[in-house]
């Protein structure tokens, strides 16, 4: 993972907003919230680990009334061990609060609660079977990432949807090993694998799989493949080029201004270039217009060559 680079200009768009986001994540994020909202669901929304908002200004579009959001990132707070510094040294070195408020209230009128500190404070913040949806994007160690898994576990609704990101880079095999431990070991059950993440629950995986198989096939704009191990049911989805959805603009849009009109092409006809003249004309024409001693210049010229 390359380091992305902060930037003190306001986004207009979410696309402006520094971070790892791909088209299909977002895609997949809106598909998952929305249907938690016509199901009925209620719940808070969990986030561990924000960079500079990308993904919580997408959360926090999906608020419901009476819902709460948590976010909780380091910052610029001291990590809790020497391997977490060195990783946030190396790749979150850029990342402060106040960026994040400033991206994330591009976009909405109030901040989430924020947890300035290490996401082991979570399960002491965030009540027990309370949240619809997580997602966990902090530590790439696996010590952090098992004890996230665990608080998740606590902290999410039966029905609730965690995100597991960076579960299969190569830089973080870490995640991938505290990821399909849970998936083996503590109960936890993929509903789907993208590019860059798992999405999994507690409960059953089954009525979300079939709905969102049908929604993926209905595409032309993702790759959907569907394989088993271990007992799991794994739907695979891969973009094709895809684009993210729409995202309302922030307070700080400004509209493209339109490109300037082409200029029509003009096209010249034979009829409207000027005739040339024929060469005994022109040889008339150019002895009446030179100065004399011009005239005398060429005639001599001439008399040589003959």
């Known amino acids: 993972m390359t380091q992305a680079q902060a930037t003190d200009k306001r986004p207009g768009e979410l696309a402006d907003v520094p971070g790892w986001f791909p088209p299909l994540d977002q895609t997949l994020f809106t598909w998952f919230l929305d249907q938690q909202k016509k199901a009925g669901i209620k719940g808070d929304l969990l986030e ?3 960079y500079m908002g990308k993904s919580a200004i997408l959360l926090g579009h999906h608020l419901q009334d009476g819902e709460l959001f948590t976010v909780c990132d380091l910052f610029e707070g001291d990590a809790p061990d020497e391997a977490n510094k060195a990783e946030s040294s ?3 070195a850029s990342l402060t609060q106040q960026a994040f408020e400033r991206n994330y209230l591009s976009f909405h009128d109030n901040l989430p609660t924020v947890i300035t500190g290490p996401s082991s404070l979570v399960d002491q913040k965030v009540a027990p079977d309370t ?3 997580i997602h966990i994007d902090a530590s790439h160690l696996y010590e952090h990432v098992y004890g996230d898994i665990g608080a998740a576990h606590d902290i999410l609704l039966p029905e609730g949807v965690v995100v ?3 579960f299969r880079s190569e830089h973080t095999p870490g995640v991938a090993v505290a990821a ?3 998936v083996l070991n503590r109960g ?3 509903i789907c694998l993208s590019t860059q993440k798992m999405y999994a629950t507690w409960g059953d995986p089954g009525p979300l799989q079939e709905e969102l198989l049908e929604m993926l096939r209905q595409r032309s704009d993702v790759g959907v493949s569907v394989q088993e191990a271990a007992g799991h049911r794994l739907i695979r989805a891969r973009s094709r080029d895809m684009k993210p959805p729409f995202f309302p ?3 700080h849009y400004v509209e493209p201004a339109p490109a300037p009109a082409a200029a029509p092409a003009v096209t010249e006809t034979r009829a409207a270039r000027p005739a040339r003249p024929a060469p005994a004309r022109a040889r008339r024409l150019a002895k009446d217009l030179l100065p004399p ?3 005398r210049a060429v005639r001599r010229a001439r008399a040589k060559r003959s």
Request: hydrophobic letters at 40%.
């Open 48 to 50: 561990l680990g924000v």
């Open 90 to 92: 190396k790749s979150y």
């Open 131 to 133: 949240c619809r949806f």
């Open 164 to 166: 597991l990101d960076d």
């Open 180 to 182: 399909w431990e849970a």
């Open 188 to 190: 936890l059950r993929p």
């Open 249 to 251: 603009p922030s307070r």
């Open 293 to 295: 001693v011009v005239t």
